[in-house]
């Protein structure tokens, strides 16, 4: 059987790089985007030299062509990924006063950049493949916290595509589902992100909930 491969948007040093290697672990072939190539380029060393075969590809997720010109190339470097996490998100606080433009910046990132991605790799032979995608989710979707509104209002947005791109992908034999994190990553020992990770690993395991949550 051929490797599966998963492609991480949003990959970095916290969750997305763990949840990749997670999967890695599994013997998954790995694709990280970010937007940054140097940064890509550590990654990819770090990835390689424990042993995981790993490819990089730089992306504007707030440009919709880029999103597509990304995908394009993957599906030509590494053919249909069985995997999708979306884990770009803005978790700085709001910029004081607050206007519409940050929102705006806010939203094109962590939401219109995961429809983007959503609809780049949800393709027929990715459904025959059983694909599944995976969105990091937050608490401040039901529970915001002030001074983060942006956060707050884009992490209900998220939770509310991924309930549509369900019912619209799992007929087709795509699992859509996100991961709920209820804390600050990296801010203790039980959400260091490489236990946070193994919630995704989880997930698209049991391919049952369209939720966790983890706290």
Same mark, same amino acid.
């Given at each position: 059987m051929?490797?599966?491969?998963?492609?991480?948007?949003?990959? !970095? %040093?916290g969750l997305g790089n763990h949840v990749a290697e997670r999967f890695a672990q599994e013997d998954f072939r790995v694709v990280l985007v970010a937007r940054?190539? *140097?940064?890509?380029? *550590?990654?990819? %060393?770090?990835?390689?030299?424990?042993?995981? *075969? &790993?490819?990089?590809?730089?992306?504007?997720?707030?440009?919709?062509?880029?999103?597509?010109?990304?995908f394009t190339k993957i599906h030509a470097e590494v053919g249909t990924p069985d995997v999708l996490v979306y884990n770009v998100g803005i978790t700085t606080p709001d910029? %004081?006063?607050?206007?519409? /433009?940050?929102?705006?910046?806010?939203?094109?990132?962590?939401?219109?950049?995961?429809?983007?991605?959503?609809?780049? &790799?949800?393709?027929?032979?990715?459904?025959?493949? +059983?694909?599944?995608i995976l969105l990091t989710g937050g608490v401040a979707a039901v529970s915001p916290f002030p001074g983060y509104t942006c956060l707050a209002i884009d992490k209900a947005a998220l939770r509310g595509l991924t309930l549509a791109m369900r019912g619209e992908l799992e007929p087709k034999g795509i699992f859509v589902g996100t991961?709920? &994190?209820? !804390?600050?990553?990296?801010?203790?020992?039980?959400?260091?992100?490489? /236990?946070?990770?193994?919630?995704?690993? %989880?997930?698209? +395991? *049991?391919?049952?909930?369209?939720?966790v949550r983890y706290e």
């Open positions: 051929s490797k599966k491969t998963i492609v991480v948007v949003g990959a !970095g %040093q940054r190539s *140097e940064a890509l380029a *550590e990654y990819r %060393q770090a990835f390689e030299t424990k042993g995981y *075969e &790993v490819s990089t590809v730089a992306c504007d997720v707030t440009d919709a062509e880029s999103v597509r010109t990304s910029a %004081q006063p607050l206007d519409e /433009n940050e929102i705006l910046r806010h939203f094109k990132a962590d939401v219109l950049g995961t429809f983007s991605c959503i609809k780049a &790799v949800a393709t027929d032979e990715f459904a025959k493949k +059983q694909g599944a991961v709920m &994190v209820c !804390g600050i990553i990296g801010g203790s020992e039980h959400f260091a992100p490489a /236990n946070i990770a193994e919630k995704y690993w %989880q997930m698209y +395991q *049991e391919r049952k909930d369209w939720e």
